[in-house]
């Protein structure tokens, strides 16, 4: 089941899983604290234990405690090292059996698809209010999705909605700098066939070069600052 912004404060005590966790992980302080403090006020999540933390590394344990029924809330920044943490042997079962993830980030549509074709439960946007994330949190604590159903678009990211899962695929390992040959070997795939799949990226988000198709789905994030690679 989903639902989409914005949800409502929950005044009464839902159905919950029993002794539910909410990791928040956020290199900001002030904002890490105004999201504890947002979600330990709402009465429906008074049973729920609120964990914060700067980054994955301080999170790593309470993430390896984590299980169905639990949530983790994500800066949006953070999520190519989020995908690679997920896929590190010890926490790839977080894909499958770990907790429900959200990101808090200006996601466009592009960026929406690719967050749900990649296990991402959630999206709220950076400025959202307390309702919408106590929304979001009973949501994901309660197993169901929350995305916006309408964001503006955002120039050459939109292109982003017209990518298969594969492109995307390719697409978000470019980001985290990458070569063909590395990302071939990642998916299994051949050199020439990452290599056709990367030119009909560029072509279907009218980038001429790698590296403005790596601004295009950062921008679809909202993420301004780009490092990475050149094949």
């Given at each position: 089941m989903s639902r989409s912004f914005s949800p409502s404060l929950v005044a009464a005590p839902i159905s919950l899983p029993a002794n539910p966790k909410i990791v928040i992980i956020h290199a900001v302080p002030l904002l890490r604290l105004g999201m504890e403090t947002a979600l330990r006020a709402a009465p429906a999540l008074s049973a729920t234990e609120i964990l914060g933390f700067a980054g994955l590394t301080e999170a790593a344990e309470s993430l390896g405690r984590a299980g169905p029924g639990d949530a983790v809330i994500v800066d949006g920044s953070a999520w190519a090292s989020l995908e690679q943490y997920r896929a590190a042997p010890q926490f790839a079962r977080l894909r499958t059996?770990?907790?429900?993830?959200?990101?808090?980030?200006?996601?466009?549509?592009?960026?929406?698809?690719?967050?749900?074709?990649?296990?991402?439960?959630?999206?709220?946007?950076?400025?959202?209010?307390?309702?919408?994330?106590?929304?979001?949190?009973?949501?994901?604590?309660?197993?169901?999705?929350?995305?916006?159903?309408?964001?503006?678009?955002?120039?050459?990211?939109?292109?982003?909605?017209r990518l298969s899962n594969r492109q995307f695929e390719i697409l978000e390992l470019m980001t985290r700098g990458l070569l063909n040959k590395q990302i071939a070997w990642e998916l299994g795939l051949t050199e020439g066939t990452v290599k056709s799949h990367v030119s009909a990226i560029l072509e279907k988000l009218g980038c001429d070069r790698r590296t403005q198709a790596i601004a295009a789905f950062m921008q679809s994030f909202g993420v301004g600052k780009v490092h990475a690679a050149v094949a």
């Amino acid at each position: 089941m989903s639902r989409s912004f914005s949800p409502s404060l929950v005044a009464a005590p839902i159905s919950l899983p029993a002794n539910p966790k909410i990791v928040i992980i956020h290199a900001v302080p002030l904002l890490r604290l105004g999201m504890e403090t947002a979600l330990r006020a709402a009465p429906a999540l008074s049973a729920t234990e609120i964990l914060g933390f700067a980054g994955l590394t301080e999170a790593a344990e309470s993430l390896g405690r984590a299980g169905p029924g639990d949530a983790v809330i994500v800066d949006g920044s953070a999520w190519a090292s989020l995908e690679q943490y997920r896929a590190a042997p010890q926490f790839a079962r977080l894909r499958t059996s770990g907790p429900a993830f959200a990101l808090i980030t200006s996601a466009d549509h592009g960026a929406t698809r690719l967050l749900e074709a990649r296990g991402i439960s959630g999206v709220i946007a950076p400025d959202a209010d307390a309702e919408d994330l106590v929304g979001l949190a009973t949501d994901l604590l309660a197993g169901r999705t929350c995305f916006p159903t309408a964001v503006a678009p955002l120039n050459a990211a939109t292109g982003l909605a017209r990518l298969s899962n594969r492109q995307f695929e390719i697409l978000e390992l470019m980001t985290r700098g990458l070569l063909n040959k590395q990302i071939a070997w990642e998916l299994g795939l051949t050199e020439g066939t990452v290599k056709s799949h990367v030119s009909a990226i560029l072509e279907k988000l009218g980038c001429d070069r790698r590296t403005q198709a790596i601004a295009a789905f950062m921008q679809s994030f909202g993420v301004g600052k780009v490092h990475a690679a050149v094949a």
